[in-house]
């Protein structure tokens, strides 16, 4: 089944403890990107990567990392959490970069930081 | 500047009459347009996308939007709703060039029973 997966679906840490967030797609896309999604904001994009070794910025990128060593693969990291980045964080994929492309989204990660 | 507004925030409507999501972009380029939907605890799903052929769109679930340029609007609508319909809906869009996707702050819809 074609699908973008991610784990953990639910965390719960401490400040300053590091995390990931791995997202993976099995459908061969070049484009992923993270989203945080928080009550009243919509979505806001962290960051994209158009392929492998290619990543940039999106509108929301601080206290962020991400890596893009292989095409599947697009973990989100957080070096030192913080509360304010408590919030609900979704991946997402797509065949390719451009206007017309629709995005696979995954399931959703909930993260809380204490 | 680019944007997308969802007008509503929440909209609530009785099961069996019509929905009617609003939305509004600003651009100066002529955009690819999107709506999905969040079911509770669930990822975004794509309702329907327009990409500059007919102006009105068809998506799943018997939802439709139509573009409107002279009004720069692509409301959502439907004309009988059902209990499953109830959601979060965002109004996404995308411009020539651009490399990632604009969200509304999207608009909850309570069905009635």
């Known amino acids: 089944e074609a699908q973008v997966t991610q784990n953990p679906r639910y965390l719960i840490t401490v400040t300053g403890k590091k995390l990931t967030v791995t997202c993976s797609q099995n459908m061969n896309h070049e484009y992923m990107s993270w989203y945080r999604q928080d009550p009243g904001l919509g979505l806001r994009q962290i960051y994209y990567s158009m392929n492998v070794e290619v990543t940039d910025k999106g509108d929301v990128p601080e206290g962020y990392k991400v890596s893009r060593k292989e095409k599947r693969n697009f973990p989100l990291i957080l070096e030192s959490p913080s509360p304010n980045q408590t919030s609900l964080y979704f991946c997402a994929s797509s065949p390719r970069t451009g206007a017309y492309n629709e995005q696979f989204f995954g399931p959703g990660t909930r993260l809380t930081v204490l | 500047a680019q944007s997308v507004t969802q007008l509503d925030s929440h909209v609530s409507v009785s099961e069996g009459t019509p929905v009617l999501l609003r939305c509004n972009y600003s651009?100066?380029?002529?955009?690819?347009l999107f709506w999905y939907v969040q079911h509770p605890n669930k990822g975004l799903q794509l309702l329907l996308k327009y990409t500059s052929a007919a102006t009105l769109v068809k998506g799943i679930n018997g939802f439709e939007a139509e573009f409107k340029k002279s009004e720069t609007s692509f409301h959502l609508t439907k004309p009988s709703a059902h209990m499953s319909d109830a959601a979060e809906y965002f109004c996404v869009v995308s411009f020539p060039g651009a490399n990632n996707l604009f969200f509304g702050t999207g608009t909850r819809l309570t069905v009635i029973p």
């Open positions: 651009s100066s380029y002529s955009p690819s």
